[in-house]
Nanobody, 118 residues
Framework: QVQFVESGGGLVQPGGSLRLSCAAS????????MSWYRQAPGKERELVAA????????RYADSVKGRFTISRDNTENTVYLQMNSLKPEDTAAYYC???????????WGQGTQVTVSS
């Protein structure tokens, strides 16, 4: 079955950086677009970044453009999210899924918590 395992979150000060990882399985990763989402307490889950399977097409939420970078390793079935210049408003649980314009699968991983605070 489809599985996503996110990792790399933590507590970081404003202006700091984190790199999230998501190991995916249960589908053909190398030909599937991948994406990152986040959900803050009391808010709906939102798309943060997405990347086509060939890596040449990416899209980002306006709030993270220029600060976050999505990348992937098709040999490891892993997608990454490099987050720089973190702000308190980036605090959320971060999840990955397949798809470029919305989640392809109903199943979600446990997520990884990112907390930006001084």
């Amino acid at each position: 079955q489809v599985q996503f395992v996110e990792s790399g979150g933590g507590l970081v000060q404003p202006g700091g950086s984190l790199r999230l990882s998501c190991a995916a399985s249960g589908f053909t990763f190398s030909v599937t677009a991948m994406s990152w989402y986040r959900q803050a307490p009391g808010k709906e889950r939102e798309l943060v970044a997405a990347m086509a399977y060939f890596g040449g097409c990416t899209r980002y939420a306006d709030s993270v453009k220029g600060r976050f970078t999505i990348s992937r390793d098709n040999t490891e079935n892993t997608v990454y999210l490099q987050m720089n210049s973190l702000k308190p408003e980036d605090t959320a649980a971060y999840y990955c899924n397949a798809g470029l314009f919305g989640p392809k699968y109903d199943s979600w991983g446990q997520g990884t918590q990112v907390t930006v605070s001084s």
